[in-house]
């Protein structure tokens, strides 16, 4: 990375080698990481990679074991929570009771001791961009789960913190209302400008969202990329299976010609993809990622050599989601079923051949774990 | 937190907590169990013996009496267990929307008057000149005034009546928890409603049962003014006994032994009840 | 059983019967001693001899003292207000140190610490008052043998009353403040220090707040339960009786409609007091 530390220099926050751990198992395993002002960071992982750990330390409700926190170039380490620029949207949101909206937005500033009627104006200010004019006098409880997130998100923007925290705060909503807070975050973040940094189990939340995706695993990063690269260019097998769906070919590598593979199933069939970890060799166990859209369906008797024969188990119809299940080489497999007339119609049990482009498949060294 | 800053809130913490219990309970009662051991040789020479427990032991009077006083009140704790429960179902699973909650505070108000309100109460309804009596002799069931006061039956009344509260509110927590699926499941599956009951509602309902009961069974137990009051010439109770030890007869000595036996008596029980129903003091108190 | 399952008329009919009765059998020994604080005749009986409120306004001279008038009455009555006043503040104190020890801290011999602090709830009352009656006043009686020095605080009285009553009152409180504690959810403390407040900020301005419905109710609970308590009063008494042991003593000499008013008196402030309380805790729930 040539622009590295060009990239520090305009970072909001900037990790070096953090770690954290518990007794013998390190939830937080040398990170490092730099967030540019102004960006929507995620970090992605499933649950117990240490994500919400990390977030912790950024908070300050825990200390790193090693490593350092930097904010705007400020090392933060034994910096209080509560007297860090930084933040947080927790999972359960966290309102307080006891107190009406207005009180929940004035808390953070009357620690910061900002006059009543200058608190006001920043108050009324704030519901307005969030879209909740006039609701000062409201409780918490009597607001829907929307509503809720966005005075939880006023809470904290009206104090004009340098980063935002946000600890998967869309997990309580249903999935409709997910949906159109996932834009509608996207388009707060853009508006305030403030740099945030979002941690979540769920791919499309990240995807959609986010300027970088941080997928973590282990208490590491497996790759720190846009949402495009990590969808297009996994690095990892963990990637490639993590984010978006993908049906995952173990095999034996047979032949590597200029970045494409060709790997050998355990029933003799042969499939190709371009080499995504380096140096494979053949007689090496290997596995192959291709997404279910990247396949296509032809008849056995139209297929060339390339093409993987395979057998219908069930067709799976959900709209333009719609996938048909397939066994190859005693492997399942998913491919997409376009809704748009050009899908052959299928029966259980029927014989057919699998198609793809090898650029569009990923092949990895290692048998699945 | 540092470690420091936390030793010291566990300090300030825990240095109330501790000057209560020891000074408070664990002081005064171990000091009440010393002075059951002594035996005072004269007014002014003490030695350490187990007169006092002979004497209880030897005076049919203290035994009896504290033998009374258990069966008495395990047959009250029953009793209130008994009336209790038919009760709280209706409460708790029976009674709808406003109704549910006045029925249960009904079952609350009589328990914001003190003990002694709630015996003078019944003595003006059962004693010779009461309520009762006049009532029954102006319907002409009686020729003269009728005695209802002074008997074993009566401070059973006032006891489970003092007791009620104890054993309702627990059960309605309890039975209040219970999943109706499970109710309609025994009954699905072939159940009648005593093998419902038996099988699905007493064993959902035990911690409600054991802690009502535990504390039905020490209200009883330890209580002084309705035995007294309601009771006859020769139903006296163990409260009593320790009471006259330590006020009008200023044997402290006697009288500690007798406190330490009740304690023991009470102890035992709870312990037993715990025991027999596989429930645990942290969670039928706490 | 259910309302799902179907029962028998005559079962629901018994049913309706028995709660019925249930319920004259908890209100009738209250509705009576009210009633005959207003009966105009010299003891507390029927037949009704017409309505009077002789036995709270009366000043003697017509040979009755209502209960207004009635000075051994009344002063006992402040006494007992005094007793409760101090039981309150002392075991709502504890109360909430004990529920933040019990709830927010680890420590070695937590559990067993716990089941001690319950103990209280298992010892008889006239135990407890038994206990330190013999602890404290044996006490200040060696030391008066010894140093001729007097402990009066320890001799039979109003603060030893209190301190029998503390000792089992305070369970009741902490348990109350412990089960609205264990309600709280910590992240409202780390949200508090994050939007900037310091530990001390965020106890005061967000779990304290979630904690004074319980603190109040624990309060009033104190309260009431010092004011009826008789079985630890009567063993540390002096020479200041509180109410309920007054009470007793008048009623071993024979009962008036006095002890009726007081009775009546006491119900409805008890019935203000715990409803007050009620009133307070519920918006929180």
């Known amino acids: ?369 | 937190m540092t470690p420091g800053a936390g030793r010291l809130s566990l300090a300030l913490l825990l240095t109330p907590f501790l000057l209560w219990i020891v000074l408070l309970v664990l002081l005064p009662h171990a000091e009440m169990l010393r002075v059951s051991f002594q035996v005072r040789e004269s007014w002014d020479t003490l030695d350490w013996g187990l007169t006092q427990y002979r004497n209880f032991f030897e005076e049919a009077y203290y035994w009896r009496t504290f033998l009374r006083t258990g069966l008495m009140s395990l047959f009250t704790t029953a009793l209130t267990l008994l009336v209790a429960f038919p009760i709280a179902w209706y409460i708790a699973r029976l009674a709808r929307g406003r109704s549910r909650g006045v029925l249960f505070l009904a079952c609350l108000v009589p328990f914001w008057a003190s003990e002694l309100v709630r015996t003078y109460g019944w003595m003006i309804l059962l004693r010779e000149s009461g309520v009762f009596s006049a009532l029954l002799q102006g319907v002409g069931l009686a020729d003269g005034p009728v005695e209802m006061l002074y008997n074993d039956a009566a401070v059973i009344i006032g006891l489970v009546y003092n007791g009620l509260l104890f054993m309702v509110v627990p059960l309605v927590t309890t039975l209040d928890g219970l999943d109706e699926n499970l109710v309609e499941a025994g009954y699905d599956l072939g159940g009648g409603h005593l093998t419902v009951l038996r099988e699905v509602v007493v064993p959902w309902a035990m911690p409600g049962i054991v802690s009502g009961s535990i504390v039905v069974f020490m209200l009883t137990l330890g209580s002084y003014l309705t035995p007294i009051l309601m009771g006859g010439k020769d139903s006296a109770w163990f409260t009593q006994q320790i009471f006259t030890q330590f006020i009008t007869r200023f044997n402290w000595e006697q009288g500690a032994a007798l406190g330490v036996l009740l304690l023991v008596l009470s102890s035992l029980m709870v312990w037993l009840g715990l025991k027999l129903t596989g429930q645990s003091l942290r969670k039928v108190m706490g | 059983m259910i309302p799902s399952v179907p029962r028998s008329r005559l079962f629901d009919g018994l049913y309706l019967a028995y709660l019925v009765a249930f319920f004259i059998y908890l209100a009738l020994p209250l509705l009576v001693t009210a009633v005959f604080a207003f009966n105009d005749a010299p003891f507390p009986s029927l037949p009704w001899q017409g309505f009077t409120l002789d036995w709270y306004l009366a000043d003697g001279e017509q040979g009755r003292t209502g209960l207004f008038h009635d000075d051994g009455l009344l002063s006992a009555l402040w006494v007992s207000v005094q007793v409760a006043f101090w039981v309150t503040l002392v075991s709502v104190a504890l109360g909430c140190f004990n529920a933040v020890l019990f709830e927010r801290l680890q420590f070695r011999g937590k559990e067993l610490l716990y089941i001690v602090m319950l103990l209280p709830l298992v010892i008889p009352g006239v135990i407890l008052g038994v206990s330190i009656l013999v602890f404290y006043s044996g006490m200040a009686n060696s030391v008066s043998m010894q140093w001729q020095i007097e402990l009066d605080l320890f001799r039979p009285g109003l603060p030893l009353v209190v301190m029998g009553q503390v000792a089992f009152i305070t369970t009741l409180s902490t348990l109350v403040i412990a089960a609205r504690l264990r309600k709280f959810d910590r992240q409202l403390e780390e949200a508090a220090l994050n939007l900037g407040a310091t530990p001390i900020v965020a106890w005061f301005t967000v779990t304290l707040p979630w904690l004074l419905p319980a603190i109040g109710g624990a309060a009033a609970m104190a309260f009431l339960m010092s004011f009826e308590n008789f079985n630890t009063t009567v063993m540390l008494t002096g020479s200041d009786t509180p109410l309920t042991v007054a009470l007793f003593n008048r009623l071993r000499e024979g009962s008036t409609p006095v002890l009726n008013a007081v009775a009546l008196l006491l119900m409805v402030a008890s019935a203000v007091l715990a409803l007050l309380a009620m009133g307070r805790s519920r918006p929180g729930h």
């Open chain 1, 1 to 369: 990375m040539a622009d590295a530390n060009a990239a520090t220099e305009t970072a909001d926050l900037v990790c070096d080698r953090l770690v954290r751990r518990f007794g013998d198992t390190r939830a937080v395993d040398e990170i490092s990481l730099s967030v540019p002002a102004g960006s929507f960071f995620s970090i992605l992982g499933p649950s117990g990679c240490g994500k919400t750990t990390l977030l912790r330390l950024l908070a300050g409700f825990d200390r790193p074991d090693d490593g350092d926190i930097l904010i705007r170039g400020e090392r933060m380490n034994e910096v209080a929570p509560n007297r860090r620029p930084v933040n947080m949207v927790f999972q359960h949101l966290a309102l307080f009771p006891t107190m009406s909206v207005a009180d929940n937005i004035a808390y953070g500033l009357k620690r910061q001791k900002v006059a009543a009627p200058e608190r006001r104006r920043r108050i009324a200010e704030v519901l307005e961009q969030v879209g909740l004019p006039g609701m000062e006098d409201r409780n918490p409880q009597q607001l829907s789960g929307g509503q809720r997130q966005r005075v939880a998100l006023a809470r904290c923007l009206v104090l004009r913190p340098t980063l935002l925290l946000l600890d998967e705060p869309l997990g309580a909503l249903d999935l409709k209302l997910r949906e159109q807070m996932k834009v509608e975050l996207k388009h707060l973040q853009k508006a305030f400008g403030t740099t945030f940094v979002y941690i979540t189990h769920d791919q499309s939340e990240a995807m959609v969202m986010s300027d970088q995706v941080a997928v973590m695993r282990q208490g590491r990063f497996d790759q720190v990329a846009s949402p495009e690269t990590l969808y297009r260019h996994p690095e990892t097998p963990f990637v490639a299976g993590f984010v978006g769906d993908n049906n995952c070919l173990a095999g034996t590598v047979v032949a590597q010609d200029d970045g494409q593979v060709t790997l050998d199933l355990a029933d003799g069939s042969r499939v190709r993809g371009m080499a995504a970890s380096p140096d494979l060799q053949p007689g090496q166990p290997a596995q192959l990622f291709v997404r279910p859209e990247s396949l296509s369906l032809v008849a056995t008797t139209a297929a060339g050599e390339a093409a993987l024969p395979a057998q219908v188990v069930t067709t799976l119809f959900d709209g333009a989601n719609s996938r048909v299940e397939l066994t190859a080489a005693g492997q399942v497999l998913f491919a997409r079923l376009p809704q748009d007339g050009s899908a052959p119609s299928l029966d259980a049990g029927q014989t057919l051949a699998l198609q793809w482009q090898p650029s569009l498949a990923r092949v990895f060294a290692g048998a699945p774990a």
